[in-house]
């Protein structure tokens, strides 16, 4: 199985301060057909997750573009430019090119 | 714009059978669906997915436990891992898996979930 890594697994950050997390996978997710098939969840508290980002750089319909995702190969970074307090939650990485999908461990945002 | 819902026992014994099913309102026919769970307080798991003909890929760690199947009469899916144990209590979710008609247009799924059903093995 690949293994998806996640750092930090805590993050607590200010209002209005950028916020980044890493996410490192065990094996290359560029696919066959060229793509890199790596999205970012988010999972507010007691809520289902939420998908922000596809293909490792690409915002969901509604996501504010304050959320951007970016890496190659086996090294992927979620950035918030400027944290809200409607961001506090939990934010995984997944990979989608190889059999079976795994998840990052989940990194934790929180308001300092 | 789609919507799933889902249900199923929320609490069952060491031994038995889980059983979960999600309706999905929207489009049904060219995507996979995949189910996730969760464990209390820890992260996300991919169980499998299955397409409209029924083709399906599983985690390797449920082993053979673990059977998801589409009935495209009603636009549902199902969920069944079999032999519980409590290390199978979890948040479980269901969701839009990739778009398969249209290659060019992958984008790795997942980008509509169910609201989650809470299961409970406990004897």
């Known amino acids: 199985d690949v293994v998806m890594t996640q750092s930090p697994l805590s993050l607590p950050v200010t209002l209005g301060q950028p916020a980044s997390i890493s996410c490192k996978s065990s094996q290359s997710l560029v696919y066959s057909d060229g793509n890199t098939y790596l999205n970012w969840f988010q999972q507010r508290p007691g809520q289902s997750p939420r998908r922000l980002i596809y293909?490792?750089?690409n915002r969901d319909s509604g996501v504010p573009d304050r959320f951007s995702g970016s890496g190659s190969g086996s090294d992927f970074t979620l950035k918030i430019s400027r944290v809200e307090a409607e961001d506090v939650g939990i934010y995984y990485c997944?990979?989608?090119?190889?059999?079976?999908?795994?998840f990052g461990q989940g990194t934790k945002v929180e308001i300092k | 714009q789609v919507q799933l819902q889902q249900w199923g026992a929320g609490l069952l014994k060491p031994s038995e059978t889980l059983s979960l099913t999600c309706a999905v309102y929207?489009?049904?026919?060219?995507?996979?669906w995949t189910w996730v769970r969760q464990p209390p307080g820890k992260g996300l798991e991919w169980l499998g997915e299955?397409?409209?003909?029924?083709?399906?890929n599983y985690n390797p760690s449920l082993k053979s436990r673990v059977t998801i199947s589409v009935d495209t009469s009603k636009n549902e899916l199902s969920l069944k891992l079999s032999s519980v144990t409590a290390a199978d209590t979890a948040v479980y979710y269901c969701a839009r898996g990739d778009i398969l008609v249209v290659p060019a247009a992958r984008s790795g799924g997942m980008d509509v979930w169910g609201q989650g059903t809470t299961v409970i093995v406990s004897s």
């Open positions: 929207g489009a049904f026919s060219g995507f996979s």
């Open positions: 299955i397409d409209r003909s029924g083709s399906t």
């Open positions: 997944m990979q989608a090119t190889h059999w079976p999908r795994t």
């Open positions: 293909k490792v750089s």
